[in-house]
């Protein structure tokens, strides 16, 4: 089974700030990985699939890049409303398998 | 546009069974399968297991197979994930999503089910 890792754990950044976050698979998932966004309370919300590619209405400032093991999730000016737990996953087959989250707190 | 709705939370004793029930709209539901995801109170995601709508083919995680039946019903567009021989780490929220024939990203999720077990 792939084992996906997601660091930091928590990171606390300012608004306006430039933010990466890191997903590491323990083998190669090729590009099959997505990203989500979840609110307090709410269900998880697809960001980005195939490594970079952004989904409807995820807006411009979320950039994902990355293959095989290594990935990143780009936040280029942090907004209010980003402030969340993002997962990485991947899809490369069965059994699927979600990173433990990284949460973004407001510094 | 594309809807998951699933039913209501549930409170159950350790041993016993939950069935949670997830129906689809907005589009052709044979096209697509059903990933089941878990959330305990806390805590990350974790997968559970996929049906494939078309043929009813299933993949299950290995934490729960033995334990758990993924179903759906074409003629109401709603897919069912039943779980037997609850425990108390079983309580999570159950989520029902949205996935491909094979492998695929989740691109539409049910709003979340509340399965509490406790004695």
């Known amino acids: 089974e792939i084992v996906m890792t997601q660091s930091p754990v928590t990171l606390s950044v300012s608004p306006g700030e430039r933010v990466t976050l890191s997903c590491r698979a323990s083998?190669?998932?090729?590009?099959?990985l997505a990203w989500y966004q979840q609110q307090p309370g709410q269900a998880p919300r697809l960001l980005i699939y195939?490594?970079?590619t952004r989904a409807t209405g995820t807006p411009a400032r979320f950039s994902g890049s990355g293959s095989g093991t290594e990935f990143t999730l780009t936040i280029s000016s942090l907004q209010s409303e980003d402030f969340a737990v993002y997962y990485c996953?991947?899809?490369?087959?069965?059994?699927?398998?979600f990173g433990q989250g990284t949460k973004l707190e407001i510094k | 546009q594309v809807h998951l709705v699933q039913s209501g939370g549930e409170v159950k004793m350790p041993g016993a069974s939950v069935k949670v029930s997830c129906k689809a709209s907005?589009?052709?539901?044979?096209?697509?399968?059903i990933s089941w995801v878990r959330q305990a109170p806390g805590q990350g995601l974790e997968w559970m297991g996929w049906?494939?709508?078309?043929?009813?083919?299933?993949k299950y995680a290995q934490k729960v197979q033995g334990r758990i039946t993924m179903t759906s019903d074409t003629s109401t567009s709603t897919a069912y994930m039943e779980l037997r021989s609850l425990r108390s780490d079983d309580t999570a929220v159950y989520y029902c999503?949205?996935?491909?024939?094979?492998?695929?990203?989740?691109?539409?999720w049910g709003q979340g089910t509340l399965v509490t077990v406790s004695s």
């Open positions: 999503a949205r996935d491909e024939t094979g492998p695929y990203y989740f691109d539409y």
């Open positions: 907005g589009y052709r539901f044979t096209s697509y399968g």
């Open positions: 049906i494939s709508v078309y043929n009813g083919n299933t």
């Open positions: 083998q190669s998932v090729s590009r099959n």
């Open positions: 195939a490594a970079s």
């Open positions: 996953q991947h899809y490369d087959n069965w059994p699927y398998a």
